[in-house]
């Protein structure tokens, strides 16, 4: 027998315009704290399920601990060892994908219908009870230490994580990647990752999304048997920020790879974070920078007007503290010096002169036009919704996103540019021979 | 009585319904496929070109044809494409393989109009330019030089393809050869345009939250004006002489980890093999259970990944791989063998029945989440259109289901032996 509102939940139905159509995305609390995000599309059998953890390298003593964390959930519970989560995954053909940013973890299970009931007790079984064998987490800790290795192969890699590491300092929790160090991965033990998950993996801290062909009422049983019953407190998150290391001018570090062909060029500064109140003005200035494919300022100048690379761009990562922004690319090594002054120089045109109405007129039709298609399929959507909840985008967001692009001036744009493009005041990391 | 239910519920049919194929007096073809999930729709033409069309000598001209799509046609002269498209609120790009081109929108369904309008102009009225045609070439190199010159990880593919085929134009990677690339002239691309670029060597998919008659009319009204193919172009003829002997492949180039790749010569759908090995490279390597990732990576630590990759839907018969990140350089022969060992032991003992229901879960969940968007689902459609007809995937759906263990195992026993097998090595310098 399965009680149906034997708990009590808030409901706050939000009916969404996004484009023509509307999301009638549902949101609940649980008594636990856990908070629900529901939104029914049943054109395919199949469901996702997401869950957003506020566990992340700003809650972590050492590096890689949240990422080691997240990776082991799947490597033995107190029923199934690990082969046999390996075993059911590949059967019931679901995908149980981990995600840790600088801000969070994000765990997505996807499912045909046909294997739901299934596929939803493994997830909360990984979730709720992994016991985090200590043989298991010694392989995939060398695992990792050798797929890092690899990855230092890939220039970009190196340059971003020698970016990262310049722009913030290792002390900083934004100052490393998320996987760490190769040469720290021995200092992480099982004790470590057992606390992590104590302290942060709890129903307070997280924010689940169920996306999919699922009915109101299969979600009250699911959230009936599976997390209500679920308590305990989390620790509160208290970062530890060190000051930025200071800069006086441009600095340039380059890593030598005699065997490349190319130089990776990566040059940023600082950047903001995601509620800072100029997000959409910057949003906008990436994009008429570099952020805009092959119609972006930094794509003509440098890749369409002279074919001097055929990657180019510029990003920047909105985090719940200040992040980076920065533009990378590659070019036959010997072109180096020209890309560079290209950069700098597309660089100061923006912040000294800004852009023309037509220019912003042109990226807001994109920016606004192109929302919906960031959110096309169900995974998108289910892994998009915890993030209303967590970065407070507030549940109305797929509606006023417009008026907050369209609201964006030229003087804003230039005044953002003038304050943040620091085209004098830069980190250059350089890969190439 | 349990297994017929399992098999209906199994990899449930496409709805069918919603799609609707049409065809206009110059011979071109319009899917449409109608899905009001989102208010989104996608707009792709396909032409039936790829690396495998191409002239001896020319490796990488459909590639560079398809990046000076974006310079500018007749009636939008210049390096507009993108930038229309965009100022709309779309997203639009192209890619090539070895078998076809797909140049292709996402944007709101109103905005079809634009798409329509770009692409019938640049299917007939391309302009080619000199200066763009230095300029693409330039940035064809730099793409080279990133994704292989100093990337050896898809270098060894690229090294395995052209050494297990001799004569067969899929020995030639789909960018080209830097010697090749260099030597193309724009007579050639305008040459290769003109053969391969008109309504009957091409077919549109339109998809989303659309309106079907409204979009047809006007695909109608500006495709229909497109002249159609001078005549069809010829296709591939080059056969790939029976191979004697196993074929190897070292390259020694900066890495961290060896990498080992086994590619053995396998049909293509709609052969009834390619898709018994279609399941075979599930239960190989499928998945952290799969027999290969359960040997080398689990039991005895010696790979920090194992996956294998088959392309039943090729236009012709390709290459099934096994491919491996070897934790240790000394221990590169020993994956070898295991591999060897494993796929040895299907052909003497076939799989079991829960290693083959378990592959085909694979494969219809993949089947039903590359549907998740009206983009993905339509170039599963493509795919298979390419083949002949979108059709074709009733016929892969009932041939998948269709399959026993002996099958499984027979199909080893024809396709992968020593006499079509290529191994290549990326080892440390």
């Known amino acids: 027998m399965i009680k149906i509102v034997a708990f009590a939940i808030i409901i706050f139905a939000t009916i969404t315009d996004l484009g023509a159509k509307t999301m009638e995305i549902e949101s609940y609390t649980l008594e636990n704290g856990a908070r629900v995000k529901y939104l029914k599309r049943d054109n395919i059998p199949i469901v996702y399920l997401s869950v957003l953890v506020k566990a992340s390298p700003l809650d972590q003593i050492k590096p890689a601990q949240a990422y080691m964390t997240a990776q082991m959930l799947t490597h033995g519970t107190e029923r199934l060892s690990a082969r046999q989560i390996e075993e059911l995954i590949d059967f019931l053909a679901v995908g149980i994908e981990k995600k840790v940013t600088h801000d969070y973890t994000l765990i997505t299970l996807s499912t045909t219908k046909r294997h739901l009931k299934e596929a939803i007790n493994l997830f909360f079984e990984i979730l709720r009870s992994p016991v985090f064998p200590e043989e298991e987490f010694k392989k995939e800790l060398s695992k990792l230490e050798k797929s890092i290795r690899q990855m230092e192969e890939d220039p970009s890699y190196l340059a971003y994580r020698k970016f990262i590491q310049t722009l913030f300092g290792t002390q900083h929790p934004y100052g490393i990647p998320v996987e760490g160090l190769p040469e720290r991965l021995n200092e992480l033990s099982r004790e470590d990752i057992v606390n992590f998950y104590r302290n942060h993996y709890r129903p307070d801290n997280m924010i689940f999304s169920f996306v999919g062909d699922l009915s109101k009422e299969e979600l009250r049983g699911i959230l009936e048997r599976n997390l209500k019953d679920w308590a305990g407190k989390s620790k509160p998150r208290e970062p530890k920020l060190p000051e930025l290391p200071r800069r006086e001018k441009s600095l340039e570090i380059k890593i030598k790879k005699e065997q490349l062909t190319q130089a990776t060029i990566l040059l940023g500064f600082e950047g903001i974070s995601r509620g800072d109140s100029e997000f959409f003005s910057f949003s906008l200035m990436n994009y008429m920078l570099g952020g805009g494919g092959l119609t972006s300022r930094l794509a003509r100048a440098i890749r369409e007007e002279q074919g001097l690379a055929y990657s180019v761009y510029s990003t920047f990562t909105p985090y719940l503290l200040p992040g980076a922004f920065y533009i990378e690319v590659k070019t036959k090594a010997e072109n180096f010096e020209r890309v560079r002054s290209l950069i700098v120089e597309e660089l100061r045109k923006f912040a000294e002169r800004g852009v023309t109405e037509e220019e912003l007129k042109d990226a807001k039709a994109f920016l606004t036009g192109s929302f919906p298609l960031r959110f096309d399929t169900m995974k998108k959507i289910c892994e998009f919704l915890p993030l209303l909840d967590f970065y407070n985008l507030g549940d109305d967001y797929f509606k006023k996103y417009p008026d907050y692009i369209n609201s964006v001036t030229v003087e804003q744009i230039k005044h953002v540019a003038s304050k943040r493009l620091k085209y004098n005041n830069y980190v250059l990391i350089t890969v190439g021979p | ?429």
């Open chain 2, 1 to 429: 009585m349990i297994k017929v239910l399992l098999l209906t519920l199994l990899f449930p049919a496409m709805v069918a319904a919603s799609i609707v194929e049409h065809r206009l007096d110059n011979g071109l073809k319009v899917i449409t496929y109608t899905d009001r999930a989102s208010p989104v729709s996608t707009f792709q033409v396909w032409y039936r070109v790829g690396g495998i069309d191409e002239p001896e000598g020319k490796s990488g001209i459909s590639h560079l044809l398809e990046h000076l799509m974006f310079r500018g046609s007749k009636n939008y002269p210049g390096n507009v494409f993108s930038k229309i498209i965009q100022a709309n609120g779309g997203v639009d790009n192209a890619f090539t393989t070895k078998d076809y081109t797909v140049y292709f929108q996402r944007l709101s369904p109103e905005k079809l109009e634009i798409s329509i309008n770009l692409e019938s102009d640049r299917m007939a009225n391309l302009l080619l330019s000199k200066e763009d045609f230095e300029l693409e070439k330039k940035i064809v190199l730099e793409e080279r030089r990133q994704r292989y010159e100093d990337d050896p990880e898809n270098l060894i593919f690229e090294e395995v393809i052209g050494t297990a085929f001799k004569n067969h134009p899929y020995r030639r990677p789909v960018i080209g050869w830097t010697e090749e690339i260099e030597r193309i002239t724009l007579e050639d691309v305008k040459e290769h345009y003109r053969r391969f670029y008109c309504p009957e060597n091409a077919f549109i998919i339109v998809a989303g939250d659309i309106d079907e008659r409204k979009v047809l009319d006007k695909v109608r009204d500006r495709f229909g004006k497109v002249p159609s193919c001078n005549s069809l172009p010829r296709r591939n003829n080059s056969l790939e002489p029976k191979q004697q002997g196993e074929r190897r492949v070292i390259l020694k180039r900066q890495t961290h980890m060896p990498v080992l790749v086994l590619a053995y010569k396998v049909p293509a759908f709609p052969d009834r093999d390619s898709l018994a090995i279609e399941l075979l490279s599930n239960i190989l390597g499928g998945g952290k259970s799969s027999r290969l990732y359960r040997r080398l990576a689990v039991d005895r630590d010696l790979v920090v990944d194992v996956a294998t990759s088959n392309s039943s839907l090729s236009r012709e018969g390709f290459l099934f791989f096994v491919y491996a990140y070897v934790k240790d350089v000394s221990k590169v022969e020993e994956v070898e063998r295991i591999i060897r060992e494993e796929i040895d032991r299907i052909k003497v003992e076939a799989p079991n029945e829960r290693e083959l229901e378990k592959a085909k879960n694979q494969v219809e969940a993949s089947f039903l989440f590359s549907q998740d968007s009206v983009f993905g689902h339509s170039l599963y459609l493509g795919r298979f259109e390419i083949l002949g007809s979108w059709r074709l995937i009733d016929n892969y759906r009932n041939t998948i289901l269709s399959l026993n263990p002996s099958d499984i195992q027979s199909s080893a026993k024809r396709y992968l032996t020593d006499d079509n097998l290529t191994v290549g090595i990326l080892l440390p310098r």
